[in-house]
């Protein structure tokens, strides 16, 4: 990482300073020609343990700055932010407000992956575009703070983990709830046997949202809907698409189970220490809504058996909610435990809050914060609390079982091959060919 950044210069499309005024006729400019990916490579991707040192700024791009990407950036020391990406021009100017004059903001993610001078990006639009732009990110020598769910497909998860491994990246998964004290004590009573051998682990959640059927309309202005649309199979534009909505429709988000899933799982397997395992088999029941845009079924249960030790997960919408909007109660051979939300919002009981970890115990790795234990794995090159691989094994459950419900059938898993076993129907659904150039 560099000291002495010329945040000056002009930018790949021969800009230079953003300005409030000129960032809307830059953002809303002529669609850039696809071409070849250009791996850059920063000076950090060459950088030794330990080095840089610890007092070296971090500068970072933002990729995907509204709902949660702009709490990111919101979150971001703003003299630190050398660009910025959204194919939406009204979250530009946000971007732009906040952050100030020097910031460089364009609508295509791979004109701030060019930057020499950035070290690191945030990557969070909607859940199809994480994995090609982390793929592309990796092999641009840029290590990746990536939101939850690490990717749509199991090929895309895969892809990630080799990307990130064979460019030497440090990637942190956004499934924050690893990062709470909460989680960090449910993990010490667990993994010390207090609550004997974990048999099974239910999980409740509220609903899925039912819509209403809207008409489609040509996007807004402001709104680059093809490029929105990016990798995923081409739909007209509809509000009730767009944005947070995305979550509702299975070929973007995939409902509560992709979205809270993501941090509810993150949490049971960092108290299992499961991250580098998965299922043997998912079964998964539930019914479509019978109105409305949304496809994710209002209701779902999902069970998923794990072998080598054997253990089961349930995943309920609504299930029996136990003091939070969602969670998951372990069940041991000898107690239990409930652990609330599983996001920023964990919470756990107060026998687990107050344990201590016997003479010789297991100590789990307790996260200074999320953000802050990616910012400093980017200095020493240590792995994440939510790294990679973990979060695409966390993401193929919420995979694996939507795939379940769509097909109607319990389907035989091998956590190894990362494939169906019998079942080339279901492995069809295990990648995406992509639309267009947008294909990994």
């Known amino acids: 990482m560099r000291r002495n950044h010329d945040r000056g210069r002009a930018g790949a499309d021969g800009s230079g300073r953003l ?12 669609s850039l020609g696809i071409s070849g990916f250009p791996y850059v490579i920063t000076s950090s991707a060459l950088a030794r343990p330990g ?8 500068i970072t791009g933002h990729i995907g700055i509204g709902g949660m990407g702009g709490g990111h950036l919101r979150e971001a020391p703003r003299e630190d932010v050398a ?15 906040h952050v100030g004059d020097h910031v460089k903001a364009y609508k295509d993610y791979r004109r701030v992956l060019e930057h020499k001078d950035i070290d690191a990006v945030v990557v969070a639009p909607p859940d199809h575009w994480h994995g090609i732009i982390t793929v592309h990110a990796c092999q641009a020598g840029k290590d990746v703070y990536c939101e939850k769910p690490a990717s749509k497909t199991i090929q895309e998860g895969r892809a990630m983990v080799e990307a990130a491994r064979r ?16 989680a960090y004590k449910a993990a010490q009573f667990i993994r010390n046997g ?6 099974k682990v239910t999980c409740w ?17 402001h709104l680059d809907w093809d490029m929105w649309v990016g990798p995923a199979k081409w739909v007209p534009y509809n509000e009730d698409r767009c944005h947070f909505n995305f979550r509702w429709l299975l070929d973007f988000g995939g409902g509560q189970i992709r979205d809270r899933g993501a941090h509810v799982f993150s949490v049971i397997f960092f108290c299992l220490e499961q991250d580098t395992g998965g299922p043997v088999s998912v079964e998964a029941t539930g019914e479509p809504p019978h109105d409305g845009i949304w496809d994710c079924p209002v ?38 435990l409930v652990v609330t939300g599983g996001d920023g919002g964990c919470g756990t009981e107060a026998k687990a809050m107050e344990y201590r970890v016997p003479p010789g115990g297991k100590e789990p790795y307790r996260s200074p914060g999320h953000k802050r234990n990616w910012l400093n794995c980017i200095r020493t090159r240590e792995r994440p609390i939510m790294h990679l691989e973990a979060g695409h094994r966390v993401a193929t459950l919420c995979i694996i079982g939507n795939i379940s419900y769509r097909l109607g059938r319990k389907l035989t898993w091998d956590p190894l091959a990362e494939r169906f076993i019998g079942d080339e129907e279901a492995n069809r659904m295990l990648g995406n060919p992509g639309r267009g150039p947008w294909h990994l």
Not at 19 to 30: D, H, K, Q
Not at 51 to 58: L, Q
Not at 194 to 199: A, C, K, L, M, R
Not at 305 to 325: C, R
């Open 194 to 199: 207090d609550i004997g051998q974990v048999e």
């Open 19 to 30: 300005t409030r005024r000129r960032f809307l006729s830059r953002s809303a400019a002529a």
């Open 299 to 336: 209701e779902m249960e999902i069970t998923y058996e794990f072998k080598n030790p054997d253990w089961t997960l349930v995943w309920s919408q609504p299930g029996e909610p136990l003091g939070a909007a969602f969670g998951a109660k372990y069940w041991g051979t000898k107690d239990t």
């Open 83 to 97: 660009a910025v990406c959204d194919v939406d021009a009204k979250h530009l100017k946000r971007a732009a407000d």
């Open 205 to 221: 959640h509220y609903p899925n949202p039912v819509g209403k059927w809207k008409p489609d309309t040509a996007p807004p202005p």
């Open 167 to 182: 460019y030497g990246r440090v990637v942190q998964i956004g499934s924050q709830g690893r990062s709470t004290q909460a």
């Open 51 to 58: 080095r840089p040192g610890a007092n070296d700024r971090i």
